[in-house]
């Protein structure tokens, strides 16, 4: 069985998942792609993930007025929900 297939619902949460597919979207929203940088720090009741990325890049991530960000924290919400397991999104500057 693929690690891919045993992400399904009701399988153990991999919280590495969740970072992967937030670092491979922030990459295809960035200029420099090399600067991106996705963390996953465990908290007392979740995971928050960091990301970072180049100063110039920092109004790409974020949107017009916040549209970009928020589609990500949604998704991040939408997993948690799936998985029983709460993710938080943040921009470290």
């Known amino acids: ?12 949460v991999q919280k590495s998942y969740m970072r ?10 960035v200029d420099d792609v090399d600067a991106v940088d ?3 720090v465990e908290q007392q009741g979740g995971t928050l993930i960091e990301v970072r990325v180049a100063p110039s890049d920092m109004g790409k991530l974020i ?3 916040g549209r970009t960000i928020r589609a990500l924290r ?4 939408a997993v948690s929900l799936k998985r029983k397991h709460r993710f938080m999104l943040e921009i470290v500057e």
């Open 74 to 77: 949604s998704l991040a919400f």
């Open 1 to 12: 069985m693929s690690a891919r297939l045993s992400a399904h619902a009701g399988a153990p």
């Open 38 to 40: 996705v963390r996953e």
């Open 20 to 29: 992967e597919a937030v670092e491979m979207v922030v990459k295809s929203l």
């Open 63 to 65: 949107g017009r007025q």
